[in-house]
């Protein structure tokens, strides 16, 4: 099974700051990495597949890199309603599919 | 538009069986394959099985070999997620949510979650 460790576990920034959010999978994965965001109380949404093809509806300030076994999402201007949980997500080797244990997003 | 629909909570007793529906509208439901994921509290995303709508085939995380079952019903475009022996551990949301494409192994719409708690 991959595993995939997500850091850091919380991220406090003020509106307008730049998030970098970090995935690191047990083994190399290519490309197949997704993104998802939850707000409290709410199903995740996906924001980023393929290790950075934005989903349909995404702000452009939502991007998405990396390869192998390291990934990053970034969020360029941090907004309010980005408070959320951040998880990623590995198709590259299944099953079972596994996700990260998420990074919370805080703003200051 | 898109939307899946997730039956009511459920309280159960250890040892029970639970059974969740999905129904899904807005789009072809035979086209796309249906998953299911669970959160318990505290605890990361669990990816538990899929079925794909088209012809049924399904797939299941090993977590969950011989208890549990997903099947779908074309006619009614509802997908079903069946867990038996429960225990306390099963204590989750439990999640549906629509493949991105036929077999992407991605999820692009979600369920509303439906709870089950499982306690004696």
């Known amino acids: 099974e991959i595993v995939l460790t997500q850091s850091p576990a919380t991220l406090s920034l003020s509106p307008g700051e730049r998030a970098t959010l970090s995935c690191r999978a047990s083994?190399?994965?290519?490309?197949?990495l997704a993104w998802y965001q939850q707000k409290p109380g709410q199903a995740p949404r996906l924001l980023i597949y393929?290790?950075?093809t934005r989903a349909t509806g995404i702000p452009g300030r939502f991007s998405g890199s990396g390869s192998g076994t390291d990934f990053t999402l970034t969020i360029s201007s941090l907004e309010p309603e980005d408070l959320a949980v951040y998880y990623c997500?590995?198709?590259?080797?299944?099953?079972?599919?596994?996700f990260g244990g998420g990074t919370k997003v805080e703003i200051k | 538009q898109v939307q899946l629909v997730q039956s009511g909570a459920e309280v159960k007793k250890p040892g029970d069986s639970v059974r969740v529906s999905c129904k899904a509208s807005?789009?072809?439901?035979?086209?796309?394959?249906i998953h299911w994921v669970r959160q318990a509290p505290g605890q990361r995303l669990e990816w538990m099985g899929r079925?794909?709508?088209?012809?049924?085939?399904?797939e299941y995380s090993q977590s969950f070999q011989g208890r549990l079952t997903i099947t779908r019903d074309t006619s009614a475009t509802t997908a079903y997620m069946e867990l038996s022996s429960l225990r306390s551990e099963d204590t989750a949301l439990y999640f549906c949510a629509r493949d991105l494409l036929t077999a992407f192994y991605y999820f692009d719409y979600w369920g509303q979650g439906t709870l089950v708690t499982v306690f004696s």
């Open positions: 393929d290790v950075s």
């Open positions: 083994q190399s994965i290519s490309n197949s």
């Open positions: 079925i794909n709508s088209g012809n049924g085939n399904t």
């Open positions: 997500q590995q198709r590259f080797r299944w099953p079972p599919l596994t």
């Open positions: 807005g789009y072809t439901f035979s086209s796309y394959t």
